[in-house]
């Protein structure tokens, strides 16, 4: 028997896109159960669900999952990567704030300083425990294919970046969301406060983005594409303020600390990013009382000024396009008003 090619990348960050390529002496068989023998540990009602949001393509069409898989076929499918709802699990009594909700999705606005995942140092308290919390109460859905184990998440915030996350109730609308974010027809965008006025006021910036060599926990441009992910970003100058300017970004994929690592290449990292070098004064005099102005911006906004404040998405099952904005934080709308007071105080100087 001949091996059979898989290959299996992440597109996102809750988003898995899996490659196979079917033996030249392929007989026969429906797709669905070719696909449950093919990749163990996911369930037929997954890959059905994943069939009938679209999100199963072979030879670049969509298909049925009666469809017979013929030899050489290549077979391409989008799955969102679930929650593990276990014992690693607490649920907590966590204030959600819910923008939206129906029997098959949720809008919630994330707060800053919010962990989505649990993961190292970050054993409990994150948003996913809240939400074990919320759907083990009386909001638990009980039978079917609403069960809690098939809840989850197919995008991420960084703990201090605030804003909208859309979250499935269910596999099909799980496998409908995840298909979105692959093919790009969600929309998110974004607003960041940066150091400096970005030339040209408006661009797009497509890099490959990669670990950095000398420090795992940050990202960085790289040239190889064997070396990193494709990620393109869309951003607009909204406001200036000479030594900060509040800007627009809008995703067109979505990688791991893109903005801000896009923002830092070009030269305007968000302000008061400590990661990636925002945290200090970019632009700006030496004068002791601008050095003192800065400080106190920072204790205003103790985080990276950013924020995901549009949300635009396809519902699952009615098909009705949804869209869902968030107000500027207080934090950053703070940050905001000094910086343009201390412009306004200081025309001599900069006009």
Same mark, same amino acid.
């Given at each position: ?175 409908? @969301?995840? +298909?979105?974010?692959?093919? #790009? ?8 406060? %940066?150091? *400096? !006025? ?101 204790? @205003?906004? +103790?985080?990276?000024?950013? #924020? ?8 699952? %099952?009615? *098909? !009705? ?31």
């Amino acid at each position: 028997m001949m091996s059979e090619e898989q290959n299996r990348e992440e597109v996102d960050s809750n988003v898995d896109e899996v490659m196979i390529v079917a033996d030249p002496g392929q007989t026969p068989i429906r797709i669905d159960k070719y696909l449950q023998d093919k990749m163990q540990g996911v369930t037929r009602s997954k890959i059905q669900n994943a069939i009938k949001a679209g999100s199963v393509e072979v030879g670049g069409k969509k298909v049925k999952s009666n469809y017979k898989v013929r030899p050489n076929d290549e077979i391409q499918v989008i799955l969102p990567k679930p929650i593990k709802w276990g014992e690693t699990i607490v649920p907590q009594d966590i204030p959600l704030d819910i923008r939206y909700e129906d029997d098959d999705l949720m809008v919630i606005h994330k707060s800053a300083g919010m962990v989505v995942h649990p993961g190292v140092g970050n054993h409990d308290g994150t948003l996913v425990n809240a939400l074990a919390g919320y759907f083990g109460g009386s909001n638990l859905p009980t039978s079917g294919s609403n069960s809690i184990d098939r809840m989850g998440l197919v995008h991420r915030l960084d703990k201090d970046t605030s804003g909208l996350l859309v979250i499935g109730k269910t596999e099909f609308a799980l496998s409908h @969301l995840a +298909q979105q974010f692959f093919k #790009h027809t969600i929309d998110r965008e974004y607003l960041a406060l %940066v150091w *400096g !006025e970005p030339d040209p006021p408006k661009a797009t910036i497509q890099s490959y983005l990669g670990r950095s060599l000398t420090n795992r926990t940050q990202y960085t441009v790289v040239e190889d594409e064997l070396m990193g992910k494709h990620a393109i970003t869309h951003y607009e100058t909204y406001k200036q303020l000479f030594y900060v300017s509040l800007i627009k970004c809008k995703l067109e994929t979505g990688r791991t600390h893109q903005i801000r690592v896009h923002m830092k290449h070009r030269g305007h990292p968000i302000f008061n990013d400590e990661k990636y070098g925002g945290d200090k004064i970019v632009k700006g005099t030496v004068f002791n009382k601008y050095k003192q102005f800065v400080l106190n911006c920072f204790d @205003l906004c +103790q985080r990276q000024a950013l #924020h995901a404040r549009f949300l635009g998405f396809t519902h699952p %099952v009615t *098909g !009705e396009r949804m869209e869902f904005e968030a107000e500027m934080p207080e934090d950053m709308q703070a940050v905001m008003k000094k910086w343009a007071s201390y412009i306004d105080s200081r025309k001599e100087l900069i006009g």
